[in-house]
């Protein structure tokens, strides 16, 4: 059998691989078939019927989203037949859709309007069948809006074959059919881990994240409140794409002078806090192998909290095997409120520590009640206050885009500007925090030259890099044989801990991320994105990374001068206050 | 209150039913049928998620679509009015309206394609899209009995009879009977 077939799109030949869609030779030969519930990597449900073509000889009209091609087929994309019944499909979701897509989150990035608009849609066709939804605004993370779902189901693949948690299906039947969680409740009261994948893939505003963009604003311009902000490693690698520039466009020193111009009192880095955590995490993973610290091996990583409550919720019993380090954005916010407003001066009920995360969960991380240790710092020390959190707002790619454009300023055009001192300085090991297999990485980079006291050969680990669900390395640490692991999305992430529970597990070190191709392919991060854009986001951060002057977290000056002045050591007892946490079983009603 | 609920033992059953297909149907029938209720409480869907190890939010998605289960606590007695085209046509809706004035169901909406348990639990009234008696419409079941021809005034009779035999024995009720299964009594087959 031949690995190409021809067939005629509209009566020109075009040759594709053998196993093409119709849709694939389509655009194979330029022709551009709108689709709503097909999306690539994610779903292919054939439930909506935009892509619908002709095919000679086929009896009715052809879903080219799931249709092969086939040698000789002559396919007719825009007959006057396909093009009346792609508006009428369309027409027919939007009948049901509310009408206030200009007050809608998703203005701009809905792949509704833009199909509606392709196929010629000029007027409402027809009546609304369906009872209104109500709004399900509870969860920490995410917004979702029923009347605003289409049904096309990629929230439910994304959320089930790609996390494996399953938190949503269909449920009800004709007009009462919806996307539901059990029991019609909240995502909150729910398996939701928050993670995110959902909002971007919905190609409505049926599902996003909580905006907290006024808020944020609203503060700013507080002259009472000290606002300062935190930007996660990814950040730099999309927020230029979503701001209309090409996707992996690295735009660090942009975004510093963005949020400097947004009225930050400070521009703080998370990744002080990610060399930090290296430090305390390769300490702990040391600590473990020595023996000398409570939990278990494989010590798996915890700086991706979607992947946090993923385990408190799927797997509680394999806690112990978490690393007690909190994430980054909470090391940071922990160390602002405490050691840096002590320095300073600043009233830490005055200051306010926004994070800007490619994340949804990072959010609910943000809201968890035990995450308060600067407060609980300042009453061991005296000082009364109501109790306050360590991280204030959690903001999303997507929401400094938003609020970058609200306060008209062209992104493109801004000048390269530096972070501040201290809580701003880094090296390229924090940075490939962003990216599946960067936290390994980073740990490795430290731990082999702290206990070996000799530089990692080859600075960069290769083979932790890249895409493929599970990946290991092996390498020898002080004569052993130290076997590492690395997973990215929740599916994978069962793998590995099936694994552990049932003692098999070759394992000694397992970094996990949530989301597919780690931060980089955040929920938090421009909406549709595929394996190309977290491709080229993920080449952003590599680059950045081999061209900064430190690259190995225990380099990192300001880290260096927090522990001698105020930390003392990796896994001492200001360490355990502030950086460490514990987790918990997560009940679900 | 579901005190037969808690002895079925829907962990055994699920054993006994893993693997096959639609085993998750068949194990929510049984539930549904050993509750004094006959419903499907929250608290059992979760179960049967445990049990059969499938997310609790398809088990929804299953209960949910299938009009057969009831996520609501029934009336002893269901009055079920047959909405299909052939018994509308021969005064269905009209029945349906009588039916639930009689029982004092109150704010039942006749267009829903819901259930209405009147406050007593006593009577549940629900619709269903076809007996597939059409040829003796309208028709409607009280609990597993089949009466045709119906009309107003023998709506009355046939209810008032049923509230007065209800308020003599707290029979259990039997289920819904299946093609191949003893046919419950068509009256006025026939004639």
Redesign the interface.
């Known amino acids: 059998m031949s690995d190409t077939i021809t067939l005629s799109v509209d009566g020109r030949p075009v040759t594709v691989k053998a196993g093409s869609t119709i849709l694939d030779a389509c655009a194979a030969c330029g022709v551009k078939i709108p689709t709503l519930c097909h999306l690539r990597e994610v779903c292919s449900n054939a439930s909506c019927g935009v892509c619908a073509v002709e095919v000679e000889g086929a009896r009715g009209l052809v879903r080219s989203c799931v249709q092969q091609a086939r040698e000789g087929m002559k396919v007719a994309s825009a007959s006057a037949r396909v093009l009346e019944s792609r508006r009428t499909v369309v027409e027919l979701l939007l009948a049901s859709h509310p009408e206030d897509c200009l007050s809608c989150l998703r203005q701009g990035s809905c792949e509704l309007s833009q199909v509606a608009e392709q196929v010629g849609v000029r007027k409402r066709a027809y009546p609304p069948v369906r009872a209104p939804r109500k709004l399900d605004a509870i969860s920490a993370a995410i917004v979702r809006d029923n009347d605003k779902c289409i049904l096309c189901g990629r929230c439910i693949e994304v959320c089930?074959e790609v996390q494996g948690v399953?938190?949503?299906?269909?449920?009800?039947?004709?007009q009462?059919s919806r996307v539901?969680?059990?029991?019609?409740r909240s995502l909150a009261d729910?398996?939701c881990v928050s993670c995110g994948q959902c909002t971007v893939v919905c190609p409505t505003g049926a599902l996003t994240e909580r905006d907290e963009t006024d808020e944020v604003l609203a503060l700013l311009r507080d002259p009472d409140k000290v606002v300062i902000v935190e930007t996660a490693p990814a950040i730099r690698a999309s927020l230029g794409e979503a701001l209309g520039m090409d996707p992996g466009a690295l735009v660090t020193g942009k975004m510093a002078a963005a949020l400097r111009r947004l009225g930050f009192a400070r521009v703080f880095d998370t990744q002080f806090a990610a060399d930090l955590t290296i430090m305390e995490e390769g300490s702990e993973l040391l600590a473990r192998i020595a023996g000398k610290a409570k939990g278990k091996l494989p010590m798996l990583t915890s700086c991706s909290p979607g992947w946090i409550s993923f385990i408190e919720t799927f797997y509680p019993e394999l806690l112990p095997h978490v690393s007690s380090c909190k994430s980054p954005q909470q090391m940071f916010g922990a160390i602002a409120k405490s050691w840096w407003a002590e320095k300073e001066g600043i009233d830490p009920e005055k200051l306010v520590v926004v994070s800007i995360m490619p994340c949804t969960a990072k959010k609910a991380e943000a809201k968890r009640p035990e995450m308060n240790d600067a407060w609980r710092w300042w009453k061991a020390k005296g000082r009364e206050s109501e109790p306050f959190q360590d991280v204030d707002y959690a903001l999303s790619t997507r929401e400094l885009a938003r609020m970058v454009r609200r306060v008209g300023l062209d992104f493109a055009r801004l000048p390269e500007e530096a972070f501040d001192d201290p809580l701003g300085a880094s090296t390229g090991a924090a940075t490939i925090f962003a990216a599946s297999g960067g936290v390994m990485e980073a740990a490795v980079r430290t731990a082999y030259e702290l206990v070996t006291g000799e530089p990692l050969p080859g600075i960069e680990l290769k083979a932790v890099r890249g895409f493929e669900g599970v990946r290991s390395a092996t390498l020898a640490l002080a004569g052993k044989e130290l076997t590492v692991g690395v997973a990215h999305t929740l599916k994978n992430a069962r793998v590995v801990l099936d694994g552990i529970a049932a003692g098999t597990s070759p394992y000694t070190f397992v970094e996990i991320m949530t989301c597919p191709g780690g931060c980089v392919g955040g929920g938090g991060q421009p909406v549709l994105p595929d394996w190309e854009k977290r491709t080229l986001r993920a080449q952003a951060i590599y680059h950045e990374d081999r061209k900064l002057p430190l690259r190995k977290s225990h380099q990192n000056p300001a880290v260096a001068t927090l522990y001698r002045d105020f930390l003392g050591q990796p896994l001492g007892h200001l360490s355990h206050e502030l950086l460490h946490t514990e987790y918990k079983r997560k009940e679900v009603r | 209150m579901d005190t037969r609920a808690s002895v079925f033992d829907i962990e055994a059953a699920a054993e006994r039913l893993r693997g096959k297909p639609g085993a998750l149907l068949g194990l929510l029938e049984e539930i549904q049928d050993a509750d004094p209720a006959r419903y499907l409480s929250e608290e059992n869907l979760k179960r049967a998620a445990t049990a059969l190890a499938v997310p609790p939010s398809q088990v929804w998605s299953v209960a949910t679509f299938y009009g057969f289960f009831n996520l609501q606590p029934q009336g002893r007695h269901t009055i079920t009015v047959c909405r299909g085209t052939a018994c509308h046509t021969r005064g269905s809706l009209g029945l349906l309206k009588d039916a639930a004035t009689l029982l004092g169901c109150e704010g039942y909406d006749p267009d829903s394609e819901g259930a209405f348990t009147t406050a007593d639990r006593e009577y549940t009234i629900r619709t269903v899209a076809c007996f597939g008696q059409c040829a003796l419409a309208p028709v409607i079941m009280i609990d597993a009995e089949i009466f045709s021809r119906m009309t107003p005034g023998r709506l009355v009779a046939v209810l008032s009879g049923a509230k007065k035999r209800g308020a003599k024995k707290a029979a259990h009720v039997p289920r819904r009977r299946y093609e191949g299964e003893a046919a419950p009594s068509v009256e006025g087959a026939g004639r």
């Open positions: 089930r399953s938190a949503i299906d269909y449920a009800g039947r004709s009462g539901a969680v059990f029991g019609d729910s398996v």
